[in-house]
């Protein structure tokens, strides 16, 4: 079981950057996957970006990359969500989602059976 928290989002201007961070705890193990996922009104919930716990290269989305980082500080047991250069179109509330690893990328938010509870984002002129 692993319990996650998310903090960070607010209202920023068009072209402002956010930190989002994720707080796990519980049975957290070194091949676990984390990731990031958002949810605009209205729309499905999308995949944003991913990494493994113990390094590896992340894995982004077309529409954030180059734009997102997703990172981790094992010594906090916290994922972060860097994001640079907001469009309107980022709008959502973004959620942190976490999974055992099967040597598989996985970009489906239903193979990922871990969530906290979202943070939003707001993108405005």
């Known amino acids: 079981q692993v319990q996650l928290v998310e903090s960070g989002g607010g209202a920023v201007q068009p072209g402002a950057s956010l930190r989002l961070s994720c707080a796990a705890s519980?049975?957290?193990?070194?091949?676990?996957?984390m990731a990031w996922f958002r949810q605009a009104p209205g729309k499905e919930r999308e995949f944003v970006a991913l990494?493994?716990?113990?390094?590896?290269?992340?894995y982004y989305a077309d529409s954030v990359k180059g734009r997102f980082t997703i990172s981790r500080d094992s010594a906090k047991n916290t994922v972060y969500l860097q994001m640079n250069s907001l469009k309107l179109e980022d709008t959502a509330v973004y959620y942190c989602?976490?999974?055992?690893?099967?040597?598989?990328?996985?970009?489906?938010?239903?193979?990922?059976?871990?969530w906290g509870q979202g943070t939003e984002v707001i993108v405005s002129s």
């Open positions: 989602a976490w999974r055992r690893s099967d040597g598989t990328t996985a970009t489906d938010a239903l193979r990922y059976p871990w």
């Open positions: 519980g049975g957290i193990s070194s091949s676990d996957v």
């Open positions: 990494r493994w716990w113990y390094g590896g290269s992340p």
